[in-house]
Each structure stands twice: as structure tokens, then as C-alpha cells.
């Protein structure tokens, strides 16, 4: 996992040098005693990118490796938002990858999520998970959102290269919106998401569970938000 991590930021640094923004330092890096769980946070902005949020956490027992990387771009930008999620258990491996569309018309997903589908049709990462429902509005049939056998993880670690460089390619051909009404949509859209996230994400309450409430809360709305 940690592998992929750092393949990922490579591939991102390589093209959108990256600067580290502040994370609390009680939140950035947390260990609990014995090393049962820990959790690393971080943040940089970068050329049309508002944030690049990376979570990486262990625990012991029950066995859970998480890693989890968001791209916001700049809010004058229209194109959607990227997830790739790994939450990796003993058999089983719960599996996410996203261009969150900030509209979901035709046209909208026409022009940008349909790019992702060569992807997700190339690697096939299934069965599906059922999403929860507050999620639905963010996921299009170019999604991958997966409870896979972990005998698919090196194929889902592929395929989440070939999302980022598919999503690299996106925001390489991004143009600032110029329309201003259309530039508030664009802002309130991305706000939604986040606001959605960080209320209803269902990591924020297992992470709770470790670390306490008030710093899951303050991770969801000081860092990832």
C-alpha cells in the first residue's frame, strides 16, 4: 500500500509540483499505544488544484489498511473531483475510484467522467458494493466501488495508475470557467460534495471509534473538507 502511495504522488508531482499546505500536528501524524493503529494525513496544492489529500492508516486488529487520495481542483475549474480508495481487510479489499461529477447532464458527464470508462471496462474490479445512499448522486456507471477478493488487488493497484494518469490527462486540458454564474455553480457543487463528505462518510465514525469523535470530526473538517 505504501508502494502505491508514493507511486501516485510521484506520478502527480511529476507533472503538478506539489507544496505542503498545514495539517495540525495532532492530526497530521497519529500513533496509538503499541502501534495498534496509526494514521498519517497530508495536504499540498498545486497548479489547478485546490488540495491533494492523502490518508494512509493501519490498525492491528481486526487487520485494515487504508489508503485513501482525493484531487479538488481549483474551484474555477468545471472538471469533477478524484477518489481512489483502498480499505484492505484479511480476504477482502473494499475498493473505490471516482471522478466525482460536479453535474451530472449528459453533456457534463459526456465530456469528462466518460473518459474513465476504457479504464474501469479494462480492469472489470467487482463484485459491487451497495453505496450508501448519500453517495449515489456522485456515482455514475464509471465508478468502481467494489467489495473485491484481495487475489484482485495488484490488478486494482493498476488500475488505480491508470485512473490518476487518465485524471492527470483531465486536468491537463482544464480551462478556468469564464461564465461567472456558471463559475458560482461550480464552486457551490464542489462545496456540496465536501459538505456531504464530511458529514455523512461513514470513516469518520470508525475512525471515532479509535481516536475519539472531536479529532474524526476535525480530520473530516480541517483536512479532508
Known sequence: MDQLKDTMLAMIQQRYPLE??????????????????????????????RKVNVMRSSVKFPRLEI???????????????????????????FIYMNFIPLFTDRPYLQRYVERLRPVVSRYAIGPPAKPKEWMQPF????????????SLLAKA?????????????????AV?????????????????????LSEKDGSRKMLG?????????RIFNEVIR
Open 67 to 93: 489508503l485513501a487520495l482525493e484531487i479538488y481542483p481549483a474551484s474555477c475549474y468545471d472538471i469533477p473531483l478524484l477518489a481512489i480508495d483502498f480499505s484492505c481487510m484479511k480476504k477482502k479489499s
Open 20 to 49: 505542503p499546505t498545514f495539517v495540525p500536528e495532532d492530526l497530521r501524524s497519529i500513533r496509538l499505544p503499541l502501534g495498534f493503529m496509526t494514521l498519517q494525513l497530508d495536504n499540498w496544492r498545486a497548479s489547478k488544484v
Open 157 to 173: 493497484h493498476a488500475c488505480a495508475l491508470d485512473c490518476l494518469g487518465c485524471y492527470l490527462d483531465l486536468l491537463d486540458g
Open 176 to 196: 478556468p470557467v469564464d461564465e461567472p454564474g456558471y463559475a458560482q455553480q461550480v464552486a457551490a457543487a464542489s462545496l456540496q460534495y465536501c459538505d456531504q
Open 209 to 217: 471509534r479509535f481516536i475519539g469523535m472531536d479529532r474524526a470530526n
Open 139 to 150: 456515482l455514475t456507471d464509471c465508478s468502481i466501488y467494489a467489495m473485491a477478493d484481495n
